[in-house]
């Protein structure tokens, strides 16, 4: 079926046109400023892959291997570019936004698309992470192109094949993934067969190649790592919480599902995100990104909850636009309080790394190498052109709680080196005492940097 060119069609477009250029440019800050965090950790992993290094075998990653990968072919291509790295999960995301349009306009109209693609675009989770290559982003993008030819196209075998894409990025998309094939397989067993065929020729074959190729260790971190990790049912509980808050429009406006007399049109997005949401809070550790793969079903549940409750109240048009103004002006005012909280906090840069670049330039000749802190190291190599010692990235604490890595040895084969060991103050690699003692012991206490946002950070020379 081919959309007519109708007035309320080319106001529908256009305004999906219209907020994906604002929501461009509410995150430009973020797009073009490094800052610290964990997407440098994938960053340099993606330069160890484009220079011959193999994921799971020559360096610890936790995660399926189709983000790294695109990661490495970005690098490849552009060199530390952190607008072009960057550019991976905003396109990934306005993308999204795109195919979220595409399925409410077909499924709903061209109302709920318009809200649905607003809801999305500037939740505050999806407008902070789309400048952070986390990886979800991507497999978001694939799970909702997946399911857009699922429900719009009805073609099973390339919906199967988007999931799968979906899956061999993150593991957590395979949780939405599961609602949609056991839906499948309850109401056509032919086609949920065509669909379960798409998935698997993607998601096993890319892990079995993985597995045979490198057993043990493909499965220890990618899978066994997760299920190791130290639980923080506090700081879970705060996360999710803190989470609701920051996207209340969001939820809320899914929530109003509720007053909606239809259900049927948008029932499976409800199934979805109430799945999600509920064993999410089953994992051992939660973080904000976490909700970047549901936000699009509750988006798509919030937009026909919110244009479908206004036609069941059957209102006069003077009180459909005064509510309608009254709404917007409540959206605006919070919209405008995201974009300053993401200027001044969430995208505020590097304070302390021109002083750190300089100084680790000063202090190091070519052969020394670096490690320590995973938010903060990684970019110093980046932005230095330093190895970081034994390819050794992500150092966070729940590597060597949960047993995957070797502390120990780790330390051991440390000695010798000429290494900057830079750490935060008890965060990261520094919350173990046998790192502290290391460095006491073994290393020479150098400088320590104060940045407002991300505390002390202190470097030792050892050799």
């Keep these: 079926m081919i959309d ?96 979220i349009f595409k399925i409410a306009k077909r499924k709903f109209g061209n109302f709920e698309a318009v809200i649905s693609s607003l809801l999305f675009l500037f939740s505050y989770s999806v407008m902070f992470n789309s400048v952070f290559s986390f990886g979800i982003n991507l497999a978001t993008m694939f799970l909702v192109i997946g399911v857009y030819l699922l ?37 056509n067993k032919k086609n949920s067969l065509k669909l379960l065929a798409g998935f698997f020729i993607i998601f096993l074959l890319v892990n079995g190649i993985f597995i045979l190729f490198l057993g043990g260790d493909y499965l220890a971190q990618v899978y066994k790592f997760h299920f190791l990790k130290d639980p923080d049912t506090k700081e879970n509980f705060k996360e999710y919480t803190d ?57 798509l549940l919030g937009g026909y909850s919110l244009v479908n409750t206004f036609r069941r109240f059957k209102l ?36 302390r790394g021109n002083d750190m670049i300089n100084f680790v330039n000063l202090n190091s000749n070519k052969e020394t190498l670096l490690f320590g802190d995973e938010s903060v190291v990684p970019l110093l190599a980046l932005l230095t052109n330093k190895k970081i010692a034994l390819d050794f990235v992500d150092t966070n604490n729940q590597v060597f709680i949960s047993g995957i890595g070797d502390l120990a040895r780790l330390l051991s084969d440390l000695k010798g080196k000429d290494v900057l060991f830079i750490i935060r103050s008890k965060q990261g690699i520094s919350y173990f005492k046998e790192v502290r003692e290391f460095l006491d012991k073994n290393c020479e206490f150098l400088s320590q940097f104060h940045d407002k946002i991300e505390g002390d950070y202190l470097i030792y020379r050892c050799r």
Aim: charge should be positive; avoid cysteine.
């Design 4 to 99: 007519m060119p109708t007035n309320k069609n080319r106001f529908a477009h256009a305004s999906l046109f219209i907020f994906m250029i604002i929501s461009v440019l509410m995150v430009i800050k973020g797009l073009i400023t490094a800052q610290p965090g964990d997407e440098n950790v994938y960053y340099y992993m993606g330069k160890l892959i484009s220079e011959g290094k193999v994921p799971y075998r020559d360096f610890f990653f936790a995660h399926p291997p189709l983000h790294i990968y695109l990661i490495a072919l970005v690098y490849k291509i552009f060199g530390f570019n952190i607008i072009a790295l960057k550019s991976i999960p905003l396109i990934s995301t306005l993308i999204t936004a795109f195919f």
């Design 243 to 299: 989470i609701v808050k920051l996207n209340w429009i969001l939820f809320l406006s899914a929530f109003s599902f509720i007053f909606v007399k239809e259900k049927k049109p948008a029932g499976m997005f409800a199934v979805v995100s109430i799945v999600y949401l509920i064993l999410l809070m089953a994992l051992k550790r939660i973080f904000g990104f976490y909700f970047i793969i549901v936000i699009p079903f509750l988006a």
């Design 316 to 351: 006069s048009k003077k009180a459909v636009i005064a509510i309608s103004l009254a709404l917007l002006s409540i959206f605006a005012w919070n919209l405008a309080a995201d974009v300053l909280f993401l200027e001044k906090v969430g995208f505020p840069g590097f304070e």
């Design 151 to 187: 429900l719009n196209k009805n073609n099973y075998i390339l919906s199967g094949i988007f999931f799968g894409l979906a899956g061999i990025t993150r593991l957590l998309s395979v949780i939405p993934i599961s609602v949609f094939l056991i839906a499948a397989l309850s109401s």
